[in-house]
């Protein structure tokens, strides 16, 4: 404590201050960091592993659930959490190297989002079947709208000497954030839509472990992400 406020991870960072000062709320978050970073390690390698075993890999629908999963876990929830505060991962990072980091992540993860939507919607054509009629594919489908749209924008609020004519980069900043995070929680709400995939290949104690560590990735993320739309809106309003 300093000053009777709590003394913020950058500070502490920074300093490469004595431990008494680490506040106890501090070490919380730093714990539920870990908890988040535990979760999504977990769910991501299940995830994976049971495609892996259990889907044939010549088929389109087996790129589908792998490059679909895999861009929003573990890719998108680690370039969102990377500008956390609280962040473990990112804690020693400088600013412009977690920005880097961030957008290199959201390439991929934008990459992997549209060819596992392309190979499913061919897969699609060549049954005969119609598209984007389920609550997961209009789910998925208005989540890859919002983050090329997002990642557009945040290019525009990278790029701020040539852009900042034609658009402030803090209100840039606010929407590519704003998108990005709707992208994300839209993005997960239809891989939710398809967790029982735990149930039909594992056990009822593993489907009970996804369906919690997706709720914990969730609520941590958009609590992270509140947090930084604030600061960003006190940016635009003073
Ligand atoms: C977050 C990741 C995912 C996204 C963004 C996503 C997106 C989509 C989209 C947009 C479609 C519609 C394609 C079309 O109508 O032409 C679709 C179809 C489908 N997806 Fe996914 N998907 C994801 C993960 C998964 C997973 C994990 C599974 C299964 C384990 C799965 C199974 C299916 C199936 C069975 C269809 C065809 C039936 C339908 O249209 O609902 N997807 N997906």
Redesign the pocket.
């Known amino acids: 404590m300093e000053n009777g406020t709590s003394v913020s991870t950058t500070t502490l960072v920074g300093r490469k201050t004595a431990k008494e000062e680490i506040s106890l709320l501090r070490r919380l978050l730093w714990l539920a960091n870990y908890i988040y970073h535990q979760a999504l390690t977990l769910l991501s390698v299940l ?1 994976i592993w049971i495609y892996i075993e259990n889907y044939d890999r010549t088929t389109l ?1 087996f790129w ?2 792998l490059l ?2 895999a ?2 876990l573990p890719l998108m929830a680690i370039a969102i959490i990377a500008f956390a505060e609280d962040n473990i991962l990112t804690l020693y990072f400088p600013r412009k190297k977690i920005y880097w980091v961030h957008g290199v992540l959201l390439f991929i993860s934008c990459a992997f ?1 549209t060819a ?2 392309s190979v ?2 061919h897969a ?1 054509r060549q049954r005969g079947a119609s ?4 609550d ?2 209009i789910l ?2 208005v ?2 709208v919002l983050i090329v749209v997002s990642i557009f924008i945040g290019l525009l609020a990278a790029n701020t000497q040539l852009f900042s004519k034609y658009v402030k980069p803090v209100i840039a900043k606010f929407i590519h954030n704003f998108l990005g995070i709707a992208a994300f929680f839209i ?2 709400a ?2 939710f839509d ?1 967790i029982d ?1 735990v149930r039909w290949y594992a056990s009822e104690p593993v489907y009970q472990a996804s369906y919690y560590s997706i709720w914990i990735i969730s609520v941590w993320s958009i609590l992270a992400a509140l947090k930084s739309l604030y600061g960003q809106i006190r940016n635009i309003i003073f």
């Open positions: 995830l629908r589908h659930v679909s999963t861009a929003y989002i596992g939507i499913e919607t699609k598209h984007f009629q389920s997961h594919a998925g489908l989540s890859w993005g997960i239809s891989l398809k995939v």
